[in-house]
């Protein structure tokens, strides 16, 4: 924990020096003195005993973080109201607090394909590698993860486990196997990596709030056969539903979540006998869903496709794309999940998740995809000239014939292997070093100085993981 929070003191400096910075994080926005003395010393009426210290540990241990603060549950949002709600009204621009959400029926039921209205164009159709759309929801029975404890973690594996086994008889469509983290085999964990289906628990952001307590524990990975009916267990929030498919069938993507997301809430009620009208996810009377970081209230979904842009991303730079992303009620993200490099192909989502519809926020990205999709259509061929875009040159230009999906995925996939082959000769060194470490007598120091320079110059950007996949704080 960061020393003045651990001491249960103001982060006086530390907030002050965020607040200088051109980016404040939401927590060190809304942290002030008053806000502090008001609740130092309040414990939340949950389970988690949360307090604001642990709750804004990690935007004050990590200043460059958008939010910076999470709940530890579902309590946490209300007993310390005066610092949580003004932070949801900065997150989710326009939304009100007193006002409240006025969504009208279950997610399930606006989760309609039938009520999307627009449809990709066929120049989007022909950029888009695939589509996902995932809600996040927590059980309404524990504590949301990061006021969680070992035990609470692994109860929520085993009840989603005999969910899991349910989903036979009554979803047979959506039935699969469900792997935990702490058996799975490395065959079945590098599968789950090449699929985008593996999360990892190395968000720093995350990390603070205490997100990833007693990693592997109760974490686990459950799929169909095909891969698109997909759940996280206790990444962050307890379950991430997750439809996923190659190309851009969107509403077949979405209509999948629907029956999905019902199936996993009628298997829970099922095991947990709780009664038909009392909730089996945590729902805020104000906002809906709750989840464990403000940005995720509410419909707790975010959709994405993966769309195929590198003339764009060559011309304008990923920034200026989640700009206008942004000025479509999106956001733009690297396509191996947030904070992660940017190549050929950009993550296109909604960024609104609270107050309107789920069918209108996937329209939101349908619309951002059709605009992203005809700008890349205008943008200027890539020049032979520029080296960093010569794979692109061999994509767009010289084979124009060959799927530019199929070969896009190829190189993705060259790159994504470089990256684990880099991470793993990293873990080599690494070892090298601490096995020289042990050895504290002379003929062992220069050993050690070796492999602590190997470290320094080959092993950083490896674990930073530039190019691999990495978990999101969001
Ligand atoms: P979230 O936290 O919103 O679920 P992240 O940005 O953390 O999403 O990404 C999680 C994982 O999902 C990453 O491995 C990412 O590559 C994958 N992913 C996200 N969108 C898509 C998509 N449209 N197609 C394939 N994989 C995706
Ligand atoms: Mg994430």
Redo the contacts with the bound molecule.
Sequence with gaps: MEESLAKNKYPAYKIKAALAAPHTSLAAKFCTPEIWEKYKDTKSTGPAKWTLARAINSGISHPESFVGCHAGDRESYDDFKDFFYPVIEAYHKGFSMEKGSDLQGTASERMDPTKITVDLSASAQAK?????I?V?RNLSMFPLNPGGTRASREQIATLMSKVYKGLKAGAPQLAGDFFLHTTMTDEQRQALID?????RGKDRMQAASGYHEHWPHGRGVFHNPDKTFVN?VN??DHL?I?S?Q?GGDVKAVFARLSEGAAAIEKGVRKETGVAEGDEVFMMHPKFGAVTCCPS?IGTGM?G???ILVPKLIASIGFDTIDKLARERNCQA????????AVVDRI?I?NWRRIGFPEYELVQDMINCANFLAAEEDKAPELKVACAPCLPFMALFGSSKKANPIAQANAKQAAAEKAAAAQAQAAAAKKTALAKAKQKDDEASAFAKASAEKALLTDALPAEEGASA????S?
């Design positions: 888009i590698v695939s589509t996902r995932r996040a699929g985008h289906q593996l999360f996280w990444e962050g991430r997750i996923m190659n995720n975010r994405s496709v993966h993200r690297g396509s191996s999940g947030e904070h992660s993550d989502s996949p990495a978990d999101a969001e």
